[in-house]
Nanobody, 122 residues
């Protein structure tokens, strides 16, 4: 599976952004999808993920209640809606696939997109 993330940019604190990730191939609906982020000088961290059916989602505590993940299997796409953005949300955001339900571990994700930069600053 090849992934292409987009939608990053510069936004003011308190603002919103919606990231998209499009996958190639016919097996998209068989994978759970996740979002990770990596801030400068920090390790990549789990943001959230969604089950292959789109019913179940799970998030890192740092984004719970502000970020929402959704997917459209007909469009081979997963989305990350980010609201109430904070400067500490500044990072490169990556989408990834995993066959492991409810995983938060980077090691469980087998294919990665190239990342899209999100900068939260006034």
């Amino acid at each position: 599976v090849q992934l292409q993330a987009s939608g990053g940019g510069l936004v003011q604190p308190g603002g919103s952004l919606r990231l998209s990730c499009v996958a190639s191939g016919r097996t998209f609906s068989t994978y759970h999808m996740g979002w990770f982020r990596q801030a400068p000088g920090k390790e990549r961290e789990f943001v959230g993920a969604i089950g292959k059916s789109g019913i179940k989602t799970w998030y890192a505590d740092s984004v719970k209640g502000r970020f929402t993940i959704s997917r459209d299997n007909a469009k081979n796409s997963v989305y990350l809606q980010m609201n109430s953005l904070k400067p500490e949300d500044t990072a490169v955001y990556y989408c990834a696939v995993t066959p492991v339900y409810y995983s938060r571990s980077e090691a469980a994700f087998t294919s990665w997109g190239q990342g899209t930069q999100v900068t939260v600053s006034s």
